[in-house]
């Protein structure tokens, strides 16, 4: 059981560019979400999905994507990557019987 | 609208000694609350939540916490800090009556224990 699991761990992107930011888990979880972290700023909700086929915008939506196709994978799409884009993203997932969010170890993203 | 407080960027104390961060919450009706914990380089790790029922909350690591309904604080204590406590912290809550998506998380404390 591996949890939530994200890939990669690091990049550095050039503006402009493209990528995507893999969140699988295997818990069998209808909830997932992607947060980025900046500096002092705590967690701040990109998108969420209550289930395959479902997705939502969170508090800052705007130059992502997601799509939800099966319930183990909930990937992060950046279409024209900005410095403000800068920052950590966590992607979590969470039961339904219960509120424990359980998070993935992160990606480091650099945009320059 | 819902928020969380933490106060205080950083918290500073002696191994052995009692340690506490703090966290106040606004939120509509009763709150589901929690903590998180963020060592170096890793994802947050749940630590402990109130729900329902007893004030005083135990959880991961010897850690708890103490709802105050008046105060609308849910702080984090540990009678005995130990230096791999050291850490980033986090304070998150939800209002009963949200869905699922909608949990709101603190900024952070760091929690720096000295040997």
């Known amino acids: 059981n591996a949890g939530v699991t994200q890939t990669p761990k690091f990049r550095i992107l050039k503006i402009g560019q493209s990528m995507t930011l893999q969140c699988t888990q295997d818990m069998n979880h209808n909830y997932m979400y992607w947060y980025r972290q900046d500096p002092g700023m705590g967690l701040k909700l990109i998108y969420y999905s209550v289930g395959a086929g479902i997705t939502d915008k969170g508090e800052v939506p705007n130059g992502y994507n997601v799509s939800r196709s099966t319930t183990e994978d909930f990937p992060l799409r950046l279409e024209l990557a900005a410095p403000s884009q800068t920052s950590v993203y966590f992607c979590?997932?969470?039961?339904?019987?219960?509120?424990?969010?359980?998070f993935g170890p992160g990606t480091r993203l650099t945009v320059l | 609208a819902q928020s969380v407080a933490q106060p205080e960027d950083q918290v500073n104390v002696a191994e052995g000694n009692p340690l506490t961060v703090k966290c106040t919450y606004s939120v509509s009706g009763n709150p589901y609350l929690f903590w998180y914990v963020q060592y170096p380089n890793r994802g947050l790790q749940f630590l402990l939540k109130?729900?329902?029922?007893?004030?005083l909350v135990k959880g991961s690591y010897g850690f708890e916490a103490e709802f105050n309904k008046s105060q609308t604080s849910f702080h984090l204590k540990k009678p005995s800090a130990l230096v791999s406590d050291s850490a980033l912290y986090f304070c998150?809550?939800?209002?009963?009556?949200?869905?699922?998506?909608?949990?709101?998380f603190g900024a952070g404390t760091r929690l720096f224990v000295k040997a």
């Open positions: 109130y729900i329902t029922g007893d004030n």
């Open positions: 998150a809550v939800r209002g009963v009556n949200t869905g699922g998506f909608k949990t709101i």
């Open positions: 979590a997932s969470k039961g339904g019987t219960t509120d424990t969010q359980y």
